[in-house]
């Protein structure tokens, strides 16, 4: 499966921003496809994920503000960005598995298959 993201660009804090990652192919139901970041000079960090059959998953530092949501018939996954902040700013990658045992999804060492990164850059 390949993964293309896209979506990224420039906002002002406060803006809203939508990244969508469309996958080549159908989706299995215990799929896990996720959105990671990375800031420069930072470590590559979990930010949402969901499984294909149910659940979705956030880090702290985004709930209440992303959103991830899926559509089926376009195997694509969407992460609703709301209130950014400068320190959202950096590439977001999506990424997929065919199965992550639900403690083990944060772990980027879990998705065998990535996008190739969208920069998302937030200015005060």
């Known amino acids: 499966v390949q993964l293309q993201a896209s979506g990224g660009g420039l906002a002002q804090a406060g803006d809203s921003l939508r990244l969508s990652c469309a996958a080549s192919?159908?989706?299995?139901?215990?799929?896990?496809m996720g959105w990671f970041r990375q800031a420069p000079g930072k470590k590559r960090e979990f930010v949402a994920a969901l499984r294909w059959s149910a659940g979705k998953y956030y880090a702290d530092f985004v709930k209440g503000r992303f959103t991830i949501s899926r559509d089926n018939a376009k195997n694509t996954v969407y992460l609703q960005m709301t209130s950014l902040k400068p320190e959202d700013t950096a590439v977001y990658y999506c990424?997929?598995?065919?199965?992550?045992?639900?403690?083990?999804?944060?772990?980027?060492?879990?998705?065998?298959?990535w996008g190739q990164g969208t920069q998302v850059t937030v200015s005060s």
């Open positions: 192919a159908r989706i299995g139901s215990k799929a896990v």
């Open positions: 990424a997929a598995d065919s199965y992550i045992i639900v403690s083990a999804i944060p772990d980027a060492n879990q998705y065998d298959c």
